[in-house]
């Protein structure tokens, strides 16, 4: 499924990395310890998340992950954000939390 | 501070009144930058008026001889320590008085890491470097990650070494404790909390009334020169550890300045 389909779907806000909103999503991983999501999450994964600190773009460049949905309305710092667009990794907020977001990818029919 | 803390200490009743920055990387550490090596670092803390800083770099102490080193004659104390990372992704300063303990503590981490290497583009490059800050080695091992150590296990164990365990930063949304537990465990061995820069004791203990009793201090948490702090002020017989943990604890006429 391709990440800009989901984004419309989903209505996600673009913050950054809008280069890589072509992408092809193999499916979707939710953590907020980063070192869960750097084990767990594979490779074209959106990872759902909490955590809208700088080292979530490391984790996402390093695992190769299809972008970040930080939820719950939370903060995203601006070097992340900055971090994001320099590596093309999108990241994505919305006032939902992460129970409901991995809901929709699911009705939507990403999975694992 | 020259080689007269001895004289300092006899005039004093036998009592050190020293500034302690117990929170300093170098460059071992991804995130540091390139000027935290060992002569820079002992100026900067000399120009600050420190007696004390303790090496806490991420889940490696290879960097804490050779800083030792760098100091000597100066009359500043460093303390070989590490900022562990629990499975829980909480960071905790850990703070020994010797290198060996500290090396013995590393070889404790190294077999709780996860075995994998370091990307230096996503995280950054990890330099062993000798007392001048010349390159030794490359560190390949990933150091910025969890290791398997829960939180209490690890205190624990380095406590078990003769150490002691500070969780770091505890108001830092990002791997402090405050955020990661929600709350202090109950019965948590730790002689003090640590705090960043950015809150004061006050304002911690206003945003979490659960630290009331708790003994507070901020640290540096240096990853580049500018971040390193005048430190806490600590009364003590002697720059170790068991004499930090007796002074945050206001013991036996040890004390240190609650901000």
């Known amino acids: 499924m391709r990440l800009r389909q989901i984004v419309n779907s989903l209505g996600l806000g673009v913050k950054a990395g809008a280069a890589g909103l072509d992408a092809e999503v193999t499916g979707a991983y939710a953590a907020d310890l980063l070192s869960c999501a750097m084990a767990g999450a594979r490779k074209g994964n959106l990872w759902i998340t909490l955590q809208g600190h700088l080292n979530v773009v490391a984790i996402a460049s390093l695992a190769e992950l299809a972008g970040i949905i930080v939820t719950e309305g939370k903060p995203v710092a601006v070097d992340t954000l900055a971090k994001a667009d320099e590596e093309g990794i999108p990241v994505f907020t919305t006032g939902l939390t992460t129970y409901e977001v991995a809901g929709q990818l699911w009705e939507m029919g990403v999975r694992f | ?259």
Request: proline share 5%.
């Open chain 2, 1 to 259: 501070m020259g080689d007269g803390s001895a004289l300092l200490s006899v005039a004093n009743g036998g009592w050190l009144d020293l500034r302690a920055e117990l929170h300093v990387h170098t460059v071992l550490s991804p995130c540091a930058e390139v000027e935290m090596i060992p002569p820079l670092i002992v100026r900067r803390a000399q120009e600050l008026g420190l007696g004390i800083i303790a090496i806490t770099d991420h889940n490696a102490a290879a960097n804490c001889a050779v800083m030792i080193q760098a100091a000597e004659g100066t009359g500043l104390q460093v303390l070989p320590g590490m900022e562990t990372q629990t499975r829980e992704e909480v960071h905790v300063v850990c703070l020994f008085d010797t290198v060996e303990q500290a090396l013995t503590w590393q070889g404790t981490v190294f077999d709780h890491l996860p075995l994998q290497a370091n990307n230096e583009t996503s995280f950054g490059p990890q330099f062993v470097v000798d007392a001048a800050g010349v390159l030794v080695r490359v560190e390949h091992r990933l150091l910025l990650t969890a290791t398997d150590l829960g939180l209490e296990d690890l205190i624990a164990q380095v406590r078990d070494l003769g150490g002691v365990a500070i969780p770091a930063h505890v108001d830092r949304p990002a791997f402090g404790l405050l955020a990661n537990l929600g709350m202090v465990p109950a019965g948590l061995q730790a002689p003090a909390l640590e705090l960043s820069r950015r809150t004061s004791p006050d304002e911690a203990r206003l945003t979490w009334p659960e630290l009331a009793r708790w003994p507070l201090y901020r640290s540096g948490d240096a990853h580049c020169l500018a971040d390193m702090t005048a430190g806490v002020e600590v009364r003590v017989k002697a720059a170790t550890v068991a004499e930090l943990a007796m002074a945050f604890g206001q013991t036996a006429g040890r004390n240190y300045a609650a901000e």
